[in-house]
């Protein structure tokens, strides 16, 4: 979180949107919008506005399309959060699996609401996630898009134990 924000893509972001346009025709690069904004979330956990901004140039598209895509997807953050991004599937499956109970122990164990950051700004505990799509695993949560699934306590608090 304490990255500086920098007014260009970093080689790196470039190299990845690089990547992305080589998949798309020429005339297609806004294509190539939602790897470019998984990049800079990997790069700063979020989406700085000036980033999207660098991005959109670099795509040939207004920005303001950019801002569009990124505020749509749930998977994007628009501000800052903490390093670890959890989110714990609450849907049907998880919920009569014990996903409500995880979210619980999770919000007790962080000392945080969905929606929150720690203080030392280690780990973001998402807003509510509908569905995640590992049913068959139920419960499940995702760290950094990572599925972790058939969750217990103890599970839980090996894999974040395990986190950098």
């Not at 996903?99 to 720690?118: A, F, M, P, R």
Request: aromatic share 8%; glycine share 6%.
């Amino acid at each position: 979180m304490d990255k500086t924000i920098q007014k260009e893509l970093s080689a790196e972001v470039q190299q990845q949107v690089t990547d992305w346009l080589q998949r798309f025709p020429d005339d297609q690069k806004q294509s190539a919008v939602l790897g470019g904004l998984h990049a800079i979330q990997h790069e700063y956990s979020y989406l700085p506005v000036a980033q999207m901004d660098a991005l959109s140039e670099r795509l040939e598209m207004p920005a303001i399309a950019v801002y569009e895509v990124a505020s749509f997807y749930s998977m994007f953050e628009l501000e800052p959060v903490g390093k670890h991004t959890i989110a714990v599937c609450t849907n049907l499956s998880c919920m009569l699996r014990g996903g409500e109970q995880v979210l619980s122990y999770l919000e007790d164990k962080l000392n945080i609401k969905c929606g929150q950051s720690t203080p030392d700004g280690k780990y973001y505990l998402k807003r509510e996630e509908e569905c995640l799509a590992g049913c068959c695993g139920a419960p499940m949560m995702q760290i950094n898009h990572v599925y972790y699934e058939n969750l217990t306590e103890a599970k839980v608090d090996e894999i974040l134990q395990a986190l950098d």
